[in-house]
């Protein structure tokens, strides 16, 4: 698991396997983007 958060763009990133491809995209609220 790796967590990692980006001033510049107020940006969270929670990235639970590293190189898995993404398949889909869904706002999940807004403001909220999931990347699956």
């Given at each position: 698991m ?8 107020d940006?969270l990133?929670v ?10 995209s ?11």
């Amino acid at each position: 698991m790796k967590i990692s958060y980006d001033q510049r763009t107020d940006t969270l990133s929670v990235i639970l396997k590293e190189h898995a491809p993404v398949t889909e995209s869904d706002e999940d609220k807004p403001g909220v983007i999931l990347d699956y």
